[in-house]
């Protein structure tokens, strides 16, 4: 990142340092009318500056971390948090206030213990990976097999494995390898089970070294056998490696009570603050409401909830109107399934030319250290002129390859333009899915410089003089730096 | 620290510097008997240089906390490291191996749970205090009352607290703030109680801003009310603080089912190196057996255990034959009530001019960072010596002040030598009694440093031209830094 910013100044710079040539004498009227005005400029970089001392987003995720603290998918934390949201929505202003209903089915985590039989006892301190099945009460017991990673598992002969319990002890060394590492997570119950093993352990998919478990979903695939999956931390991982460096069978007793549930309606919570000239036009970014049970949510994803209910919410308060709308999105049930998501998708698909751009906030706490875009070619100019702006919040310049996010991919893939304002993610794993993410660990420099990129992202995309989005015209993924 | 050692430096280059002066040159022959000879101090420094880069510690604590594990005094771990640790000492290759029974009454844990029933529903991650008694299986439901630290609780009227959970919510901001704000721990049940409290739950004594709690002794006052004593992890403190600030009455429900049990013998296990001149008299170095159940015990105190194992073991490896023996002292339960220690005591105290000097490892894994003293006045200029041999490691030489530690200080209070090898303890509590307390935070550079530390302390005491105890000479403290 440094050297990108680097080379990024150097190459201002010397731009800068340019005498006006023929080709930037050259700009067209109607180039000239797809730029931000002077004035606009002006109320975007006052508006940066405010936001950026402002704890707006501070003081928003401290009451959702503490009059509502966990909020998993249909428990009753989730319901509190739709309360929460709508009456929080309100009491900061918001011109409109509404929710949607998202029905998905339940997952309950009940009891989750396990503990090495042999060679050596000891108890170990595990979480049940989200969408698991139970244990039988009295518990699996059965020999341990080890494998250094997913791949190495799927390469096994499966008369190895058959009957035993697979340990998937890939360590994950930075959030860079969040996708790759947890493919052990995501899809290894499904692969032990075509192999015979009768449960899945691994090492929490995590970069930390405290004795926390990271919880998260796993995968079952219909017509494989569906079998108890659990991660063990990274403190239990590096001890089972050494008992396994013994060259001695290594035995595990896991017990868990996670059970399948019945569906639930939850509600996608939705805020806006109306636009002056286009009010049916509108900017989304949001976050999603729900997150796991073992901490109170605050990186994941409180801090995104806070971070756009707070960038809307100061816009509002400070009385610079934008022509479209700004609308916040909570989506429910993000972690377990997406079903707030799809919700929204399958609501709005078919009105997509309102929606002026997404950016979607589920990376932590910030700071946002980069912005890309995706977005129409005739729109590169302003969104050029956006990145300007926020430059002195340290945010780069990122290239065209916006994907969506998690939350707002499926618009994008129909031609929304969307935006990515990337969170700093060097710590984020650490605490990712686990009791750790609590609100003690928010600081407010990081988030209250979140929440002011993203108030200057949906001002000046809601403000801005040209269509962001493809709409209906066809679209295809456009190359190079812009 | 730092400012201390640059005095230290700037002041042993000036000594340095310095022309013979008659002072110097008047040193009695008497002197010079007290005194370690060239060679004694070339094999010294070998053994500090060769020490500083063997792995011996880091190994013997790879062991204990795989192979065994958590060893609550009186649990089944118990009894795994006293097999484990007479087995070690004879693979270790001492002279001697033998253990001394000690009987206790023990302790079990049981179910922890709590949660803020109002003005928010929300779970907490407690912990019951060592030796706390439990609730009726139903809980405990009350208001919380706070307070800001103990000395608060102690001030405020009864009628207040009556009836009520006393919450004291004294952050440790330091390491050097155990004794101070540990207090709340220490005696924070039996205070509350005498005014009526139900029960008590504290802020954990800890340094970190994980969701762990640390666990630790508790103390009832005879004709008081046992009140069940739990501590909740900093991460919820916070919580719960923010809690308190919307000036809502709080109120908790907490399950413990700790409750007292029979008594149960556990050992001293102890291994020697045989001294070749006076086998009798010996050095004592050591730590304690016995962990908290939550981590695995490895800075509390499996450190302490492989420093002084390391230390006496790697003496013997290299075949530096001390004149004294040297006896590294494993004791039982300190954590809970010290009765390893007491055994030890009473079973030796009239054979105190046996002992040559001790010094416990009971802070962690090092490095060793300043060597306090506590000898006769004609063992000073031996001392000096010593603390130069170890300035190389980073040690810095200490005062007269050595006060024996957790379980040598009542030896030490008859006249018995000690010397306090003071571990870097900033971090310390930031694990310490909590899940956390597991051997993937060990640094091999830092448990090696204190090893070979030890290991200088144990060889030269051993060896020492002069006698460093009081022995039945009556003794009092001499001030001064010398």
Chains 1, 2 share one sequence.
Not at 54 to 69: A, F, K, N, Q
Not at 132 to 156: D, H
Not at 330 to 347: C, D, I, P, T, V
Not at 391 to 402: H, I, R
């Amino acid at each position: 990142m440094q050297a990108n910013k680097l080379r990024r100044t150097v190459l201002m710079s010397f731009i800068a340092s340019l005498p006006l040539l023929s080709m930037g004498a050259s700009v067209h009227a109607q180039d000239h009318a797809k730029l931000f005005s002077e004035k606009e400029l002006q109320t975007a970089a006052w508006l940066r500056d405010t936001a950026k001392l402002d704890s707006s987003s501070y003081r928003i995720l401290e009451s959702l971390t503490t009059e509502v603290g966990p909020r998993m998918a249909g428990s009753a934390g989730d319901a509190r948090a739709v309360a929460w949201a709508e009456a929080k929505f309100k009491e900061l202003g918001f011109d409109k206030v509404w929710k949607e209903p998202v029905t998905f089915p339940t997952w309950t985590r009940g009891v989750e213990t396990a503990e090495i039989i042999s060679p050596f006892a000891q108890p170990l301190v595990i979480t049940a990976l989200g969408g698991s099945v139970g244990t039988a009460p009295e518990g699996l017991r059965a020999e341990l097999i080890q494998f250094a990673t997913l791949a190495e598992m799927i390469k096994a002969p499966a008369d190895q494995i058959r009957g035993k319990i697979v340990f998937i002890n890939h360590k994950m060394r930075n959030h860079t390898e969040y996708g790759s590492v947890g493919a052990g997570r995501f899809v290894g119950a499904a692969e032990a089970a075509k192999k015979g093993a009768i449960g899945l352990v691994i090492r929490s998919i995590g970069t930390d070294s405290h004795r926390m478990p990271h919880t998260g979903m796993t995968g079952y695939e219909d017509g494989v056998t569906k079998i108890p999956a659990a991660a063990m931390s990274n403190s239990d991982a590096d001890m089972v490696s050494n008992m396994f460096k013994r060259k001695l069978p290594v035995s595990l007793k896991m017990t868990l009570g996670s059970a399948a549930g019945p569906n639930y309606t939850s509600y996608n919570v939705i805020g806006e603050i109306t636009g002056t000239e286009k009010p049916d036009e509108h900017v989304i970014i949001g976050g999603h409401l729900d997150s796991w049970d073992l901490g109170t949510g605050a990186i994941d994803d409180g801090a995104g909830c806070a971070i756009s209910m707070a960038a809307a919410e100061m816009i509002k308060r400070h009385g610079i109107k934008p022509k479209r709308s700004i609308r916040v999105v909570l989506f429910a049930n993000e972690e377990q399934s997406g079903a707030g998501a799809n919700a929204y998708f399958e609501k709005y698909k078919n009105q997509i030319s309102k929606i002026q751009a997404t950016s979607e906030a589920d990376s932590g706490q910030g700071p946002v250290i980069r912005m890309a875009s995706f977005v129409r070619p005739d729109a590169y100019a302003a969104v050029k002129q956006m990145q300007t702006v926020m430059a002195p919040l340290g945010v780069e310049a990122g290239g065209s390859d916006s994907g969506g996010g998690s939350d707002m991919g499926e618009l994008r893939n129909l031609g929304v333009a969307s935006f990515d304002l990337d969170l700093r993610g060097d710590d984020y794993f650490d605490l990712h899915h686990t009791p750790d993410d609590t609100f003690d660990k928010i600081e407010p420099a990081r988030i209250n410089q979140a929440a002011a990129a993203y108030a200057v992202f949906a001002w000046m995309a809601a403000q801005a003089p040209v269509n962001f989005s493809f709409g209906k015209e066809p679209f295809k993924k456009h190359d190079g730096d812009h």
